[in-house]
């Protein structure tokens, strides 16, 4: 088992361009979370999906981010336009959770580091 | 914010020390999970105590949750330097699946 695989582990941009990460959750998880990584915030929830439908992105900036589940295997997370405030590392999780059931673990990739220059 | 902390702790000990990390939170809930990140990886579950149990042990890791003062700990014995780590609470709502995520202990053990 790989493990949740991000691409790429780091990407360089100027400001204004457009930042596209990837994950690949470990297969057979049904559920698959990005989360947000500075000093200063902490990690921060952005969104979520569960098979394959987003269920809650309550934590995504509303302008400029946007994340997608095309099918089981991957998840995209782009910034448009980005800014310096979005330098981060940006993770990726995977999980066998349920909807309302028991809780399981988050297994996370190594993330992706944005600097935005 | 779930949680009352709001900045990244930081506890340098002596290898062969005890150590424990403590964390609280705002809202109810009826697990709380432990996560460690080594530098340059993603954090990783290492233990999970849920509200019937109060105290739960994995090798030299001891966690406890005290729902009526909204509190979990985090002990380490004989800590190693293996340790040293950035240490994250985590907890969620009942019935709703994400995982909010403390502000962290940064632990340093030293030879």
């Known amino acids: 088992n790989a493990g949740v695989i991000q691409t790429p582990r780091h990407k360089v941009t100027g400001k204004g361009q457009e930042a596209t990460l990837w994950c690949e959750p470990i297969?057979?998880?049904?559920?698959v979370f990005w989360y947000r990584q500075t000093i200063v915030q902490g990690l921060e929830f952005l969104t979520y999906?569960?098979?394959?439908?987003?269920?809650?992105d309550s934590g995504m900036p509303k302008e400029r981010f946007s994340a997608q589940m095309p099918n089981q295997s991957h998840s995209t997370l782009k910034i448009q336009s980005t800014q310096p405030q979005d330098s981060a590392v940006y993770l990726c999780?995977?999980?066998?959770?349920?909807?309302?059931?028991?809780?399981?673990?988050?297994?996370f990739g190594e993330g992706s580091k944005l600097t935005v220059l | 914010s779930q949680w009352g902390e709001e900045n990244l702790q930081a506890l340098s000990i002596q290898e062969g020390e005890d150590v424990t990390m403590n964390c609280s939170y705002k809202t109810y809930t009826t697990v709380v999970h432990w996560y460690r990140q080594d530098s340059g990886r993603g954090p990783a579950l290492i233990i999970l105590i849920r509200s019937n149990e109060r105290e739960k042990r994995s090798g030299r890791l001891r966690a406890t949750l005290d729902t009526s003062s909204q509190s979990s700990s985090l002990s380490i014995t004989a800590a190693q330097c293996e340790d040293t780590a950035v240490y994250f609470c985590a907890t969620e709502m009942p019935n709703y699946n994400v995982l909010y995520f403390g502000s962290g202990t940064k632990l340093t053990v030293e030879p």
């Open positions: 999780a995977s999980s066998t959770r349920d909807w309302g059931g028991c809780t399981g673990q988050l297994y």
């Open positions: 999906f569960r098979n394959q439908a987003p269920i809650d």
């Open positions: 297969s057979g998880h049904s559920a």
